[in-house]
């Protein structure tokens, strides 16, 4: 993909919150809308859908019709390779627009390929289950354990990854835990979940709906009024190769050969990248995502985010609406989310001054055992 060849045209976020009592389907019925709003669109110029969900389409409910619609689901990692979809078919001529939708409801008693009901499978990634492991907490604890055992990563440290999305979420309208704040202190005396996870180092399930709009870069210069985001690079990789290397741990993603290919579509390097928007399920995704992606040296994480590193004026401004631990959980379209408000200019009190570009991540869904998680880069940027 050439950098900078396709746009974001058009983002339509719903409230994002708690026990909503909307289903899933009316979530993105009214991501739609707001959508098509922002970009000053019709329905009938939208010729692709690509639904992140295991579930039968929706189009006769939202009223589409498209050259084709495409259910996507690699969990976490499925908002940034929906739009690594989507840039395939614009390119490959099979659609013109395309939209991206999400929209879940797991909190008002629906969740998309579970019937509104939380089953054993959904939770077990693989065999391990047959001994007891379930849930994804379970498994991430795992990656924590690893990084404490072979680098000194302390409890502290998880914590202070949490107090620090906090104090970005604190100052956002859009955030859950919007004018809550928490300490260290707080950290070390929630609840235990999964050792070493107490319980805010874990993001919380919430109601809502995101649509993206995509098109050809040729595309939205004839849209009048807009405020395109360009994809500038994209990139995959799949943990499952260390698992047969035996070395799944110490890997929270198979994020090299993503990010390789991201940046070098992109033609960037990591000092290029203003702000970083990471998918974090659990504290430990951000200590080991900025070791991998290279931000700082391999078992540093802690340290780095305890000194400030992903503050405002840190190293790396990161997660910067409080991600998905304590801004809202939009699965992976959290990430992409916030990167578009910071390149927009539409963070407010917590903008990342003159950003240009942003790094997202993905990560999500397993290889047939758990911690073999898919991941996914975008290199997104303000101007084409």
């Known amino acids: 993909m050439k950098s900078g060849s396709i746009a974001i045209v058009g983002m339509g976020v719903t409230h994002q919150g708690r026990a909503l009592g909307t289903l899933d389907v009316d979530l993105r019925r009214q991501?739609?809308?707001l959508a098509l709003a922002d970009a000053g669109l019709q329905r009938d110029a939208i010729d692709g859908y690509i639904h992140a969900s295991h579930e039968r389409e929706d189009l006769r409910y939202l009223g589409l019709s498209p050259n084709f619609s495409w259910p996507v689901q690699t969990g976490g990692a499925t908002a940034p390779s929906s739009f690594i979809m989507a840039a395939g078919a614009i390119l490959s001529g099979q659609a013109e627009m395309v939209a991206c939708a999400y929209g879940m409801a797991p909190s008002s008693g629906g969740m998309p390929g579970f019937?509104?009901?939380?089953?054993?499978?959904?939770?077990?990634?693989?065999?391990?289950?047959?001994?007891?492991?379930?849930?994804?907490?379970?498994?991430?604890a795992l990656h924590a354990r690893w990084h404490m055992d072979h680098y000194g990563t302390t409890s502290r440290h998880l914590g202070a990854v949490a107090v620090q999305l906090r104090n970005h979420a604190l100052h956002r309208t859009d955030a859950i835990t919007y004018g809550q704040p928490i300490t260290i202190e707080d950290h070390q005396a929630s609840a235990m979940v999964v050792d070493p996870f107490r319980m805010l180092d874990c993001c919380r399930d919430t109601d809502g709906g995101a649509v993206f709009l995509l098109t050809s870069a040729e595309r939205a210069r004839s849209l009048p009024g807009i405020h395109p985001i360009y994809i500038h690079g994209a990139g995959t990789g799949h943990n499952i190769g260390n698992w047969h290397r035996r070395d799944v741990y110490s890997h929270h993603d198979d994020i090299a050969p993503a990010a390789a290919r991201a940046f070098a579509q992109a033609g960037l390097t990591l000092d290029d990248i203003d702000t970083a928007q990471f998918y974090d399920p659990f504290t430990i995704s951000i200590i080991m995502q900025l070791e991998h992606y290279g931000?700082?040296?391999?078992?540093?994480?802690?340290?780095?985010?305890?000194?400030?590193?992903?503050a405002l004026d840190g190293r790396i401004p990161a997660n910067t609406g409080g991600g998905q631990i304590s801004g809202f959980y939009a699965a992976g379209f959290t990430p992409i989310i916030e990167a578009m408000k910071q390149l927009r200019g539409q963070s407010g009190p917590t903008q990342v001054k003159d950003a240009e570009f942003a790094l997202v991540s993905g990560h999500g869904l397993n290889g047939g055992v758990q911690n073999t998680w898919s991941h996914a880069t975008l290199i997104l940027g303000a101007q084409p």
Not at 129 to 136: E, L, N, P, Q, Y
Not at 299 to 306: C, I, K, L, M, S
């Open 31 to 33: 991501a739609l809308e």
């Open 115 to 140: 019937g509104g009901k939380t089953s054993f499978g959904s939770l077990s990634y693989g065999y391990p289950a047959r001994v007891g492991m379930i849930g994804a907490a379970s498994a991430h």
């Open 295 to 310: 931000f700082c040296k391999p078992g540093q994480g802690g340290p780095f985010v305890a000194d400030g590193g992903i």
